[in-house]
Each structure stands twice: as structure tokens, then as C-alpha cells.
């Protein structure tokens, strides 16, 4: 009775957190829990996940590490957006800013957006509902910019992308017996470029107090295009273009052998994410194969996250049983006792080192780098590397029949089940 009932709860927390998770699930990866196809639909929703707490990108203390050992990292500035300025950052550029021209809008989010393709938002905060509204009334080209922002330092990337509103619907709820509410506001944008961000108009929108208060006021802040050099034709370029379609092509037929699903995705799921991967061909853009990878980086990412998302909730309800009293659903990690909290802590650490470390499937702070960098020759050969950093990786798995280790929340519990031993003399197994 004792186990059924221990299984009925935990069976209502999971239901309880895929509930509440499932419509933004379905919004943003539309068909990866069930087929592992390619996550290429760029719709993001702007609340924070409970799954975003296991393997986050978005974070500065990664591109500081990899700063040393990564020139690619060495392009990425930082902002704070508090302070309003570049933080005596310096840029080449400064002379060349036109400060004369009018503000835009500066969205930051947990995501780096590639330009020169399509992008859909789905607007909750009311400061991007407002945002929305006003790009809609007014007669201008609807231009604002989305930046990466960490979630560890809340400072934001210099280096944004240009995105042109070209639709939106809105949703509303109907709250009792008042008017319909405003919900929601769903905008398709444009990607059309990249720019520097200057300075910050309105710095105390980006304040803690703004935030906690949830305002309407959104960032504004002057900005500047970047230029990009046009490369020519050469032999080092094609020879690269061609090493990256390779890869492409060893990656896809080693993942329909479900070679490397050990730390990523099932068997079942990567034969499917292959049969997503297009095969490239001589007109392919170095943007059309950054997005492409990106999707298939990000796949993998939050296919892991929904795995671990589950060890996550068993060991929540696990934990707020052993604490004993009532079991409020779903938990949550702050009313555990201290230990829990701590190995909670521990193993999240531990996930995520182990994921950037062993998997290395980014797609996050791997791509920040191709905004900065002034050529498509530059973008090419870090593609290449990122590309080609997954292929060893399955091959290493080929070769030795070696799957990533993933750190487990249970060795604890399995140690707190184990009988009591009685020694020898009491122990039938060793007589």
C-alpha cells in the first residue's frame, strides 16, 4: 500500500510539471519528446522554463572560461544594461557611431538569434506585450533587436541581431465578467542584420527593481549596422566548405547507427534527427548551415534537459516525502531540507559540466562568436570546428564503445534501501 501510494504521488508531480510545461514545450519544439525530429522552428517563449535550470548556456562564467582557451570568445563584449553604457569596453568603432539617430528597442533573451532567417515570438512579460504595441501602431520600418542576455551576470551582449516585426496576433483571456485581457502577443519578425549596441536610453528598465515590479517600460538603446566584408572566392574557403559538408554527412549516417545517444537522445530519436539533416550542397550559405547546426545543437540540448527534467522531479517528490509532513505539489527545490537542496545543487553542477565538457553541443554561446566576426571565411572555419568537434566525438564512441557517463541524483537513495548488514554469523549468504 505504503509503494502504491509513494507511486501515486509521484506520478501527479510528473503530471503536474509536464502539464504546466507542455504547452510552452509544444510551442518552441513542436515535435522533439516524441520523434527527436530537428528543432528548426525558432518560436521561443518569453518565460522561464522549469526544465531551463538543467544545462543553461546562457551564462558568462562559460565564455570566460573558454575565452583562454577559444580565440572565437575573444569577440564578445559584454554590457551591463543598468548602467546604460558599454562599461569602458573598448570598440574601434566609437568614432564612427552616429549617435544622432533614434532608439530602438533591445530585447534580451536566453538565445542567440542568426541573422537573414525568420524568427516567431510569443510575448507574456508585460514590458514585450507593450514593446509589441508599440512596433504595431507606429509607421516605421518596426525595427528592434534581440540580444543574448546571462542569466548569471544579467549583463547583455553588445553584438545583437536586427529583427523587422512583420506580423503579430494577439491573445486575450476573459477574466470573470470584465473586458478580455491581453494575454499573449505572437510576432513573426525578420532577421536583417547585425548591430552594435551603442548605449542604453532608459537604463532603469533594466534595474532589479524594474524587473521585480514587472513594468511595461522595455529597453531602448541607440545602436549602429555592422558591416560585412565580402569574401572572395579562394581555395581555402572551398576546401573548408567542403570539409564541413563531409562531417555533415559522417554525422548524419553515424547518428542513424544511433552511435553517441548515450548523454544526448535515445537511439530511436537521433536515427530520426538524421533523417532531419538535410543534405548540403555548393549554394549553401554559411548562415543556412550556422542555423542548421544550431537547431541540431539545440535538439540534443533540450532532449537531454526533458530526461533530466524527470530525474529532477523524482527527486524532488523523494526528498519532500522524506522531509515528511503533507506533500504540497508540484515541489519545489527551496522547501527541501538543506542536504537535499545541496545535492540538488551538487548534481545540476554536475550535469552541466558534464554536457559542456564530454557532449559539447552549444547552442547558445558556440554561435554568439559568428556576429562578431567580419568575414564568412572566419565563420566558416568556426562552423568547421564546431562540426567537426561532434564528429570525433562520435567516432571516439564508434571506436571504443564508449558512452558518456551522466551523473545520476540515486546512488544515495539505492545506499539509504540497502539492508542493514548483520554480519557473518547472521548472514545466510555466506553460509
Known amino acids: 500500500m505504503t509503494s502504491f501510494l509513494w507511486m501515486l504521488l509521484l506520478w501527479l508531480s510528473l503530471s503536474k510539471c509536464a502539464e504546466s510545461f507542455y504547452p510552452q514545450w509544444k510551442t518552441s519544439h513542436p515535435e522533439l519528446p516524441r520523434f527527436g525530429s530537428l528543432n528548426t522552428n525558432k518560436q521561443k517563449l518569453a518565460t522561464t522554463s522549469s526544465l531551463r535550470v538543467l544545462l543553461p548556456t546562457n551564462v558568462e562564467f562559460l565564455a570566460d572560461e573558454r575565452y583562454e582557451t577559444e580565440t572565437a570568445y575573444r569577440s564578445i563584449q559584454w554590457m551591463d544594461p543598468a548602467r546604460g553604457s558599454n562599461n569602458g569596453d573598448k570598440n574601434d568603432n566609437d568614432d564612427v557611431y552616429n549617435l544622432e539617430e533614434e532608439a530602438i528597442p533591445i530585447y534580451p533573451i536566453p538565445a ?14 508585460p514590458r514585450n506585450l507593450q514593446m509589441a504595441l508599440d512596433l504595431n501602431q507606429t509607421d516605421s520600418n518596426k525595427l528592434f533587436c534581440v540580444t543574448l542576455r546571462a542569466t548569471d551576470t544579467g549583463r547583455i551582449s553588445r553584438k545583437a541581431t536586427l529583427l523587422r516585426m512583420i506580423d503579430m496576433e494577439p491573445t486575450f483571456r476573459q477574466d470573470s465578467a470584465r473586458e478580455p485581457v491581453l494575454s499573449r502577443i505572437t510576432v513573426s519578425c525578420e532577421a536583417v542584420g547585425i548591430v552594435d549596441i551603442v548605449s542604453i536610453e532608459n537604463p532603469q528598465a ?7 515590479q514587472r513594468t511595461d517600460e522595455y529597453l531602448r538603446g541607440r545602436v549602429v549596422p555592422v558591416t560585412e566584408k565580402n569574401d572572395e572566392t579562394d581555395v581555402l574557403l572551398t576546401t573548408i566548405q567542403q570539409s564541413v559538408e563531409t562531417d555533415l554527412a559522417l554525422i548524419k549516417s553515424m547518428y542513424q547507427r544511433g552511435i553517441g545517444s548515450r548523454g544526448t537522445l535515445s537511439v530511436t530519436a537521433l536515427q530520426e534527427l ?10 549553401t ?33 523523494d526528498a519532500a516525502c522524506r522531509k515528511g509532513g503533507p506533500l504540497k505539489l508540484p515541489v519545489h527545490p527551496e522547501e527541501l531540507e538543506p542536504a537535499d537542496r545541496t545535492q540538488l545543487a551538487q548534481w545540476e553542477t554536475a550535469v552541466q559540466r558534464a554536457f559542456h565538457d564530454t557532449i559539447q553541443l552549444d547552442p547558445c554561446l558556440d554561435f554568439l562568436p559568428l556576429l562578431g566576426m567580419e568575414s564568412d571565411k572566419d565563420r566558416w572555419q568556426w562552423l568547421a570546428k564546431l562540426i567537426s568537434r561532434e564528429r570525433q566525438r562520435l567516432e571516439r564512441a564508434a571506436d571504443a564503445d564508449f558512452d558518456d557517463e551522466v551523473p545520476s541524483l540515486r546512488p544515495s537513495r539505492v545506499a539509504m534501501e540497502e539492508p542493514v548488514r548483520k554480519g557473518a554469523w547472521f548472514d545466510d549468504g555466506v553460509w
Open 112 to 125: 542567440v538569434y542568426l541573422p537573414y532567417t525568420h524568427h516567431t515570438l510569443n510575448n507574456v512579460e
Open 206 to 212: 533594466a534595474s532589479p527593481l524594474a524587473r521585480l
Open 274 to 283: 538524421a533523417h532531419a539533416i538535410p543534405i548540403s550542397d555548393k549554394k
Open 285 to 317: 550559405t554559411v548562415w543556412q548551415v550556422a542555423q542548421l547546426w544550431q537547431s541540431v545543437c539545440d535538439t540534443v540540448r533540450v532532449g537531454r534537459q526533458f530526461t533530466l527534467g524527470g530525474d529532477r522531479n523524482e527527486f524532488l517528490v
